[in-house]
């Protein structure tokens, strides 16, 4: 039975009361309450974040495994790694951070998803995250090419942690290149684990992978305790980080033959 939060004063339960993998709904916590910014801070502390559609009260989930990247394991194609060199020397091509936040979360909104209908960015959801950013919790990683928004993604930074939420891309591999680029800034700023909620093939193909909750929960515990990153901007020097990242081997389908 699904845990009802009747007072948003009333805490989350233990994760371990999510429901198990055999389930209808694998990690679902908790069902109410509102999209405060101290029920918010209070979840993603715990490894639980909201996740429900139009019609629907705000759902709590804590899935298990839980999909992470660890800033260390990023991992680039050499295809990419040639895009993001290009990127970097490209006078009209830049990464800003928090400059178009409401651009961002609304490009997420409404980005077709595979394998979905609608979005699950609705919007009180906006409304919630939006005010967050203002108090700044919330940050958008932004792609920018020829002096328009391409891509990007948005996230909550606590402590040294940070949780990815969404990202969309308008030009091809925009959406990366804001990952990259929020992993040459976590490396600057000592955040080396980013969660990634979900398992998806993008992620995977990064350096993402799979990690029990009992793991997560305890890797996050110091991690969003420790001092909040101030100056959240985005400098070029940065790419500097990726010299030292492992780029992936492509094969294309006549590589692949005998």
């Known amino acids: 039975m699904i845990h009802w939060l009747r007072d948003d004063r009333e805490p989350l339960p233990d994760t371990r009361f999510a429901l198990p993998d055999d389930s ?69 091509c830049e990464v800003r951070i928090d400059s178009a936040f409401e651009q961002v979360i609304a490009a997420c909104a409404t980005s077709p998803r595979e394998g979905q ?66 992993v040459c800034f976590s490396r600057e700023h000592g955040i080396d684990l980013i969660d990634c909620q979900q398992r998806t093939g993008h992620l995977t193909s990064m350096g993402g992978r799979e990690v029990p909750r009992n793991v997560f929960e305890a890797a996050i515990a110091e991690r969003v305790q420790a001092p909040e990153v101030r100056g959240w901007n985005y400098h070029p020097r940065l790419w500097a980080y990726l010299r030292s990242t492992p780029a992936t081997v492509e094969v294309s389908p006549d590589e692949g033959r005998l």
């Open 117 to 182: 209908n609608g979005t699950w960015i609705v919007p009180d959801m906006v409304a919630a995250y939006t005010h967050w950013h203002a108090l700044g919790a919330v940050h958008s990683i932004e792609t920018w090419m020829d002096g328009e928004l391409a891509g990007g993604l948005y996230g909550v930074g606590i402590g040294r942690m940070f949780f990815g939420e969404s990202m969309f891309s308008r030009r091809t591999d925009a959406s990366k290149i804001a990952l990259a680029a929020l």
């Open 24 to 92: 209808e709904a694998p990690g679902l916590l908790a069902a109410g309450g509102s999209l405060t910014p101290t029920r918010l801070a209070e979840a993603y502390s715990k490894g639980v974040f909201p996740w429900y559609s139009d019609g629907q009260p705000v759902l709590w989930w804590s899935p298990d495994p839980r999909m992470v990247l660890w800033t260390a394991e990023f991992k680039l194609s050499r295809s990419l790694r040639k895009t993001l060199a290009k990127f970097a020397r490209s006078p009209d």
